[in-house]
């Protein structure tokens, strides 16, 4: 028997042909309606992520910034185009977008929040990102602390500045800067001027050599009757107290009043 005088299969081939005749035309209108204007972009709602508050940037900044590059309708809009334009808005640090049915997008903003300045001239935010910015702006929320580090340390930096400003909170002190060097030796200068010399994560750990000069300090400044310039903890057994010319013209075990510990 022939396929043209089988009738199951003619029925299914008709079958077939029926159904994917449905299929075309339910795409084609699908395509036809959705470029009606009725879908046509209008509003952009643009509102603060939960519990990220705006306080650098405005709604209409925005809305503005975006309205210059959203291409396509409600169907055709790309979101991820949208946020990542968002995202090109100085303090802007996260955005999420979705479509409002039938003509409208809603953006979720979360601004970077600054925690401090870095070398370069850029700013760390509150998750160890660093961003670039307005400097004035950031100033608007108080004195930030200057970090400085080798390249990608921004969070390791971040984290460090975190343990020494709790290390130094009985003292009535907080860092005012915070450096790692290219060799990975820490330095932190607080907020009364004393600058402390830290070391390499080797041996005693950093946090433990600022807690045995915290546990110190009232005995030390007693019997110096004045404030320490610079405290070198890099050593293992105490820590030598220095000043600003003696650090400029000794080596690194010279020309210091050494305190030691038990």
Request: hydrophobic share 45%; proline share 6%.
């Amino acid at each position: 028997m022939s396929f043209w005088h089988d009738a199951r299969l003619m029925n299914a081939l008709a079958n077939a042909l029926t159904g994917a005749t449905l299929l075309a035309a339910l795409a084609a209108g699908t395509w036809w309606l959705s470029q009606r204007p009725y879908f046509t972009l209008r509003g952009v709602n643009i509102e603060a992520a939960p519990g990220h508050p705006l306080r650098h940037v405005s709604a209409p900044l925005l809305r503005a910034a975006v309205t210059r590059d959203v291409r396509g309708n409600f169907f055709a809009v790309d979101l991820d185009a949208v946020r990542a334009t968002f995202e090109t808005v100085p303090w802007v640090r996260r955005a999420s977008v979705r479509r409002v049915w039938p003509d409208g997008l809603a953006v979720a903003i979360e601004e970077h929040r600054p925690l401090a300045y870095w070398g370069d001239g850029r700013l760390v935010n509150t998750f160890g990102e660093l961003f670039a910015a307005n400097l004035a702006e950031a100033e608007e929320e108080g004195d930030l602390p200057q970090f400085s580090g080798p390249e990608g340390s921004a969070l390791q930096v971040a984290r460090r500045y975190a343990e020494l400003r709790e290390a130094v909170a009985p003292l009535g002190a907080h860092p005012d800067s915070v450096a790692l060097s290219p060799r990975y030796a820490w330095t932190m200068r607080l907020d009364d001027g004393t600058t402390l010399l830290l070391g390499r994560d080797q041996g005693m750990p950093v946090e433990r050599r600022v807690a045995r000069w915290v546990e110190a300090y009232p005995e030390v400044t007693a019997s110096l009757k004045r404030r320490a310039e610079v405290i070198d903890l890099r050593y293992p057994n105490g820590f030598a107290i220095r000043s600003l010319a003696q650090l400029a013209g000794a080596d690194d075990h010279d020309g210091a009043q050494a305190h030691r510990t038990h």
